[in-house]
């Protein structure tokens, strides 16, 4: 019998440390048929580390709690073959001939198929990147599926395996499931839980990660957990889903990509599924530079999440408007209150009409 295909699709920002260790986490899972890509983010500098580190000529330190470090260490062998596109070539499919002779000629290499790095010479945030990716893996022609993964992540041994038994079973009972979600532990207190799925009300527009910072005692531990979406830092997804619903919706930079998906999706008749077998261990918040606490977070994400705020109930529920504008206003006047006026001037920039972030002005 022929495994499934997976395409593992990984967003690099000047986060190569983080996409190494997520990498090297890949290489010791019990699922081989997997094709990793890395698409970097306008940070070619970041992306030029990773192949040094492919070559064999660095090796970076990592530092992971002890009972994940297995995970991780020891480190692969090198070098890792990989092929290097920028956006277009790969969204056509790549060089199929190139990409076969590589993996040929290394056969050796810890990872079945070589690396493809794709380069992206503008910044295209997080929804872009994944569909960039996602593009290139249904142009191959021969992807099942596609695994849009943070690179702040490090997984157990068997976190894909169980990903696709668990689709082997949807379609056993031919249920339509596009998009399955692990249990999410933290990286750094690996006993606690990051994230089983996402709990969303629209009409106060309160969202939340079921299980947040709760000790995995197995409470979670079932297949019939109810949650609203799967929590983006991994999502395991179908290719008649893609083929269906579409890519992300690349309006939104990052936040809300998979909130949109799910309302999409539902649309359309498909479900989301789960499960608890599939472990994975999270940092959070590298790439945004949040801290668990902080209450001055970088203004350009807390532009992107709440600009789509705005846009995600502007396109699936316009007669709810006025919930987030509520939310937002409370927010800004909270914020006013903690001395926080400049995320309160942007919230009301973006009341008034402000539809766009970038990273130098807000």
């Not at 192949?51 to 000529?57: E, I, L, T």
């Not at 157990?156 to 990903?163: E, P």
């Not at 692990?182 to 309160?206: C, D, H, M, Q, V």
């Not at 299980?211 to 999502?235: C, H, I, N, W």
Request: charged share 25%; with cysteine.
């Amino acid at each position: 019998m022929i495994e499934p295909k997976v395409y593992i699709v990984l967003v690099n920002f000047n986060g190569h440390n983080n996409t190494i260790e997520t990498i090297e986490s890949l290489a010791k899972q019990s699922y081989q048929n997997f094709q990793i890509v890395v698409v970097d983010n306008n940070t070619p500098a970041s992306l030029q580390i990773i192949k040094d580190w492919a070559d064999g000529k660095s090796t970076p330190e990592f530092s992971p709690p002890d009972e994940i470090k297995k995970f991780t260490y020891p480190l692969c062998q090198k070098p890792i073959p990989y092929i290097e596109y920028e956006i277009a070539q790969a969204e056509s499919g790549g060089d199929l001939e190139v990409e076969r002779q590589s993996a040929i000629g290394n056969p050796q290499s810890a990872i079945r198929f070589p690396l493809v790095l794709i380069q992206a010479r503008s910044d295209i945030g997080f929804a872009g990147g994944n569909n960039v990716g996602s593009r290139y893996a249904l142009a191959k022609g021969d992807a099942d599926y596609v695994w849009l993964l943070n690179n702040d992540t490090t997984l157990d041994y068997d976190a894909l395996k169980f990903l696709v038994g668990k689709d082997s079973e949807y379609k056993s009972k031919n249920e339509k499931v596009g998009i399955i979600g692990s249990k999410l532990r933290w990286y750094r207190w690996p006993e606690k839980i990051n994230a089983i799925g996402g709990k969303f009300n629209k009409w106060t527009t309160w969202s939340y990660h079921l299980g947040l910072k709760e000790v995995d005692k197995g409470q979670y531990d079932r297949d019939d957990v109810q949650f609203d979406y799967v929590y983006g830092a991994s999502l395991f997804i179908r290719k008649e889903f893609l083929e269906e619903v579409g890519l992300m919706n690349d309006v939104y930079y990052a936040y809300f990509e998979e909130m949109d998906w799910e309302v999409r999706g539902v649309r359309k008749g498909w479900k989301h599924g789960y499960t608890w077998k599939s472990v994975i261990y999270h940092k959070q918040g590298v790439t945004t530079g949040k801290e668990i606490k902080s209450k001055r977070r970088p203004l350009f994400f807390m532009c992107c999440k709440y600009r789509g705020w705005m846009l995600f109930y502007q396109l699936y529920y316009p007669y709810l408007i006025f919930a987030p504008v509520i939310r937002l206003l409370l927010k800004a006047m909270k914020n006013i209150t903690e001395g926080n006026w400049k995320e309160s001037l942007l919230i009301i920039k973006i009341l008034f009409g402000k539809r766009t972030c970038t990273r130098d002005t807000i």
